[in-house]
């Protein structure tokens, strides 16, 4: 009989990355002070008009104040309570804290030469704050955002010119924090473009519809930009990690119909494969040309030089980074199946799952099949970079937050990581999204909550701030102090 079950002795290495996750954009708020320019996350409204918005035929980047609620401007307010924040993280006994920077803090037009100093203060201070705690930075050098000067003015990540841009930024704070950093990351989810170029590469949808002729080369851009990080990180320390970050979805066939199969197959490839095949292998996997006819782009309108070929060769990332909240299910067969939310990609709806408040798919077995795919495949080092429940919470007349649905879904996904790391799976860490309650990337609301700590501010940006443990906070600081055995 097969046995499904993950083991119960202990199994994450003694240096087990045991940590949390945020974006800058999500959290910081303080959206234009100390000469921080605007981002496109700040031109994104938030509430039911963000995706509506974002897929307009002219998006227009505008930030229009009297017409929208922009909730990153507030966010949760860490720009000014990052002390107490990372006291609290220190509390439940971190070992890593996963952020990211906010380019426009450093370079608030993105095409300057010279770094605005008061933004690179504020990560001084942030990043000497985790280490007075033995808390690693783990940092994503670009998460969805980028200068609004840079997507108004260039178009985003299809002109070439972002290149240089990003390596003046990653240059910057490489050089700045590579002897207090030993974890980094170059963009947050980069695959996600698939479905949502404009957050993810500042893109404009033109005519209506998404041209993937734009999101390839901008892409193609980005990876280039990756490695151009990873040349300028190994070389001022060749043990420096550096890693990629992909939107992992694992994906079945409906039935065993080859048909779905085959799409399965071909979703894993484009949608799970293509971007990491790029940044780990450093070379454009075999399937890309069947992608690029499927989607009708010319590659011939691409522009691709052998110059950036080689150095996508000489430079591949140290490790694979990785989302992971739900899993799809692909079928090209039927007409009238049940489908069903998820994170950018929804899709067919799985019999066998139940989904969370927002219709995603909560999987943890897809998690430990998403780590033996991705290590069959790599063989490099993984680090769960995201995972986590995104929930309707309340708060009790005493000040209490009893977030037992999240303490499961969490707790099942580590089973499935323990399960994976007894497979011969090579596992880094693990660090939940939204270790704090912070706005949501999709919905720009803050009732969509996914922290161990309840901040205390609604949709409309409308609360005191103050911020309070959940009942997950002590049961994440027990898994912590005994290295996942007590779950
Ligand atoms: C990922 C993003 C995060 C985060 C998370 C949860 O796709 O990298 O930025 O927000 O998903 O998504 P949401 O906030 O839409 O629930």
Not at 18 to 24: Q, V
Not at 27 to 44: F, R, T, V, Y
Not at 193 to 207: D, E, I, R, T
Not at 339 to 358: E, Q, R, Y
């Amino acid at each position: 009989m097969f046995d499904f079950n993950s083991p119960t002795t202990p199994v994450f290495s003694k240096d087990f990355l045991w940590g949390g996750a945020t974006a800058a954009n999500q959290l910081e708020g303080a959206w234009n002070q100390a000469g921080k320019g605007p981002s496109i996350a700040d031109a994104l409204p938030g509430g039911n008009e963000r995706f509506a918005i974002a897929s307009q035929p002219e998006f227009n980047w505008q930030i229009d104040e009297d017409k929208y609620h922009y909730p990153n401007h507030r966010g949760i307010e860490h720009y000014q309570h990052f002390k107490e924040d990372i006291k609290l993280f220190a509390e439940m006994g971190f070992r890593c804290y996963r952020f990211s920077i906010a380019w426009a803090r450093i370079f608030p037009q993105g095409d300057e030469i010279e770094p605005n100093k008061a933004g690179l203060k504020f990560y001084d201070q942030l990043i000497d704050e985790c280490l007075k705690y033995q808390i690693k930075p783990v940092i994503t050098i670009s998460h969805y955002e980028m200068p609004l000067n840079l997507a108004k003015k260039y178009g985003g990540w299809k002109n070439r010119q972002l290149i240089l841009f990003y390596e003046r930024f990653a240059k910057v704070v490489l050089e700045r924090y590579y002897q207090k950093v030993h974890y980094w990351m170059t963009f947050n989810e980069i695959n996600s473009a698939f479905h949502f170029p404009v957050m993810s590469q500042g893109l404009v949808p033109s005519n209506g519809a998404k041209d993937f002729t734009n999101i390839v080369q901008a892409w193609h851009n980005q990876f280039v930009a990756s490695s151009l990080a990873v040349k300028i990180g190994h070389r001022l320390n060749s043990d420096l990690q550096i890693g990629c970050m992909v939107l992992y979805a694992t994906s079945y066939a409906y039935d065993a119909d080859p048909r779905n199969q085959l799409a399965n197959l071909q979703q894993m490839q484009d949608f799970n494969f293509f971007c990491t095949d790029v940044q780990v292998r450093g070379e454009y996997p075999s399937s890309t040309g069947r992608m690029l006819q499927a989607h009708g782009v010319d590659p011939q309108k691409l522009k691709i030089t052998e110059e950036d070929l080689q150095l996508l060769k000489d430079y591949p990332v140290d490790y694979i980074g990785f989302s992971y909240y739900m899993s799809t299910v692909t079928d090209v067969t039927h007409q009238d199946v049940a489908t069903s939310a998820g994170n950018l990609i929804g899709g067919v709806s799985n019999p066998f799952l139940k989904t969370s408040d927002w219709g995603w798919q909560v999987d943890p077995t897809g998690l430990r099949i998403a780590l033996n795919q991705l290590y069959d495949r790599y063989q490099k080092p993984l680090f769960v970079v995201e995972n986590g429940l995104g929930a309707f919470d309340k708060l009790t007349a005493d000040n209490q937050v009893h977030d037992n649905y999240r303490i499961d879904y969490l707790r099942r996904h580590i089973q499935a990581m323990a399960g994976a790391v007894a497979d011969g799976v090579d596992l880094m860490g693990y660090t939940p999204w939204g270790c704090i309650d912070l706005v949501s990337a999709s919905t720009g609301q803050m009732s969509k909550r996914y922290g161990f700590i309840y901040v205390d501010l609604d949709d409309q940006g409308q609360g005191s701030s103050n911020r309070i443990p959940k009942d997950s906070f002590y049961w994440y600081q027990k898994v912590v102090q005994s290295n996942g055995s007590k779950l």
